[in-house]
């Protein structure tokens, strides 16, 4: 299975008030084992990134750690990058064809997975519908003229989008102009949650839902918090406790080190060369 990591710089510079792109180690240890894990066991894996990203990559030596990287984000529309942070998601993978699998970089998948079982839309589990981050149509300010698809049924369970694998071709259109149209239509404002996951986590389903295409799930969050990193790894929740805990950063990173040095001698050379990374390797 062809799956695809997505890394916009802009964004995170522009938010963080940057003019050089800074990749924090626990990101770049956990970037990393996520495409070489997903080498080892499920396929090819390509980057999508902008000109920034792809310069601090081969910088540092590391374009090999994927079977290509590219610039395609560098022609992405220049949509509300505050509210819609994960837009560039949505745009690499209008971009791609179906089959395929979109990871985030913070996500690993330590096992074979057997894709000739999923449904046309498969996401590592099901979301319930708490309002306070998936609220009522009412909520949304949106430009005259726009109208919700009146096929959704919004009843729904919201998808969790670190990683799912898309294989209709048809749905996948259906989702990414949706979530366009939705993300264009917005106005503007200072909510950084409920717009994005909507855009990126409701309409997958909804627009499945509508096309009475089949949803399956990975796992669960119940089985994800028992027994998760058998088989997945995501370190969305962990990111900033490592910020503020040096000691529980450093244990970490050393972890993601040595697995690396075990399963994966020549890349644990070259990671081992960057500035950040050196002390762990």
């Known amino acids: 299975m062809r799956a695809i990591h997505i890394n916009h710089t802009a964004p995170f510079m522009q938010r963080n008030g940057q003019s050089t792109y800074l990749c924090e180690d626990f990101e770049l240890l956990t970037c990393a084992l996520s495409a070489l ?15 920034v990203g792809y310069k601090f990559y081969a910088d540092n030596n590391l374009l090999s750690i994927w079977d290509s990287v590219n610039c395609e984000l560098d022609n992405i529309p220049n949509w509300n990058f505050n509210m819609f942070w ?17 990871m985030d970089t913070d996500f690993i998948v330590w096992a074979p997975l057997a894709f000739s079982n999923l ?12 309002t306070d981050v998936y609220p009522d149509i009412n909520t949304f300010k949106m430009k005259r003229g726009y109208i919700f698809n009146p096929d959704w049924d919004w009843r729904e369970e919201p998808v969790n989008t670190a990683f ?11 989702y990414t102009s949706e979530a366009f149209s939705f993300m264009e239509n917005a106005i503007d404002c200072d909510d950084y949650l409920t717009y994005m996951v909507f855009a990126e986590q409701r309409i997958l389903p909804m627009c499945a839902k ?20 058998r088989y997945f790894t995501h370190t969305w929740g962990m990111k900033q406790q490592m910020r503020d805990m040096p000691d529980l950063r450093y244990d970490f990173c050393m972890r993601c080190a040595n697995r690396i040095k075990r399963d994966f001698p020549d890349y644990a050379k070259i990671l081992g060369e960057v500035d950040i990374l050196k002390r762990y390797f």
């Not at 894990?37 to 000109?51: F, L, P, Q």
């Not at 994960?86 to 209008?94: R, T």
């Not at 799912?164 to 259906?174: A, M, P, Q, S, T």
């Open 86 to 102: 994960a837009g560039a998601k949505l745009y690499a993978l209008s971009k791609e064809t179906a089959p395929v699998a979109v």
């Open 210 to 229: 509508a096309m009475d295409c089949r949803v399956d799930s990975f796992s669960n969050l119940e089985r994800l918090f028992n027994d998760g990193e």
């Open 37 to 51: 894990k997903w080498r080892e066991h499920n396929g090819t894996i390509k980057m999508v990134t902008d000109s």
């Open 119 to 130: 449904g046309d839309v498969t996401a590592i589990h099901r979301e319930p519908i708490y």
């Open 164 to 174: 799912y694998v898309i294989k209709n071709k048809e749905l996948k259109d259906r």
